[in-house]
């Protein structure tokens, strides 16, 4: 069990301890949730997106556009743009989000369970790839490379039909990556040899050495307790606050409660009050302070970068 008096101060640990915090350097992915909502209620989902979970509503274009335009006007290092939901295919206007990143000329991912509501806009997907070769990747989140983990967790008869849609993304030559899961007794090179096997076997060619393009990530539990994160942290780890993910992104995203999108530290904490950086891309750039166990159980001692 987590101790509860960890986590408290943002400044200082349960211990007594300063906090480790973590500076923006340079804005390199702009993330957006799309809308917490979801047709699958993974058990393990972070952001818990479930088919009536809506405290994340959809954002639509005309929201994102500002924050498009900003990294211009400020002339930001900007390169690439990620859609994250939930599942992003579910938002009305997900083909509008994505002309206006990729008309823009932004590297565009799109992190999508694969599941049912892509199919319905395969046509246009086959047109934006075709209008912005090489700009918009889908990134498949397959749980587990074994059917029955990969259910346990999704949902019986998700499987095969995530398998097929990701057969056919590959098969129409979009730029593919696949996001998998490793279990806390799962060695990460099994893991990797465990999906590349099963890709191999579905006639799915990507370079699964690559960690960009078959993402592992460790499987994170809310329960287990994990130490906090402090200044003296990073030179015993032999890590670096440059590495971490709120050094180099923030996340937008459209609370069901206010009239206007937020940007926030990370795409991991949609719902702290505490990680949410200002209205614009401009106020957003300020320290982090790793006031939550994610922070220490997912980016700092799990290695995981979701970008
Ligand atoms: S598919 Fe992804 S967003 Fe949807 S519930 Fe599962 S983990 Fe969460
Ligand atoms: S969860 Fe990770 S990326 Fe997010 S604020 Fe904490 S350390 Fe930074």
């Known amino acids: 069990m987590l101790n509860a008096e960890k986590f408290q101060d943002p400044l200082v640990t349960a211990k007594g301890e300063t906090r480790a915090s973590v500076e923006l350097k340079e804005l390199k992915t702009l993330w957006f949730?799309?809308?917490t909502q979801c047709n699958l209620s993974c058990d393990n989902c972070y952001?818990?997106?479930n088919p009536t979970n809506d405290r994340l509503s959809y954002i639509t274009a005309a929201e994102v556009a500002p924050y498009l335009d900003e990294i211009g006007s400020l002339d930001l290092p900007t390169k690439e743009i990620g859609l994250t939901g939930g599942e992003p295919f579910l938002n009305p206007?997900?083909?509008?989000?994505l002309e206006s990143s990729l008309s823009r000329g932004f590297k565009t991912l799109v992190l999508t369970n694969a599941y049912r509501m892509m199919n319905r806009k395969k046509e246009q997907l086959v047109e934006l790839n075709q209008k912005y070769p090489g700009l918009l990747t889908l990134r498949v989140s397959l749980d587990h490379f074994r059917k029955e983990v990969?259910?346990?967790e999704r949902g019986e008869g998700t499987f095969e039909?995530?398998?097929?849609?990701?057969?056919?993304?590959?098969?129409n030559n979009i730029p593919l990556a696949v996001a998998g899961r490793a279990?806390?007794?799962e060695d990460m090179n099994e893991s990797r040899q465990g999906?590349?096997?099963?890709?191999t076997e579905q006639g799915i060619s990507i370079d699964t050495e690559d960690p960009q393009t078959l993402v592992i990530f460790p499987e994170m539990s809310d329960k287990r307790d994990v130490p906090e994160i402090t200044t003296a942290c990073w030179d015993i780890l032999g890590k670096s606050p440059d590495d971490i993910m709120c050094a180099s992104s923030r996340m937008v995203v459209k609370r069901k409660q206010h009239q206007k999108p937020k940007v926030l530290a990370c795409t991991l904490l949609a719902y702290d009050e505490q990680f949410v950086?200002?209205?614009?891309?401009?106020?957003?750039?300020?320290?982090?302070?790793?006031n939550h166990k994610f922070c220490a159980q997912f980016c700092v001692l799990g290695g995981a970068s979701c970008s």
Do not use: C, R
């Open 195 to 199: 999906y590349k096997q099963l890709l």
């Open 150 to 152: 990969h259910e346990q």
């Open 33 to 35: 949730n799309t809308g």
């Open 93 to 97: 206007e997900i083909i509008q989000i």
């Open 47 to 49: 952001i818990e997106s």
């Open 183 to 185: 279990l806390v007794d």
């Open 277 to 290: 950086m200002g209205d614009t891309l401009e106020t957003s750039h300020k320290s982090v302070q790793l």
């Open 161 to 171: 039909p995530t398998l097929k849609a990701t057969k056919w993304i590959f098969d």
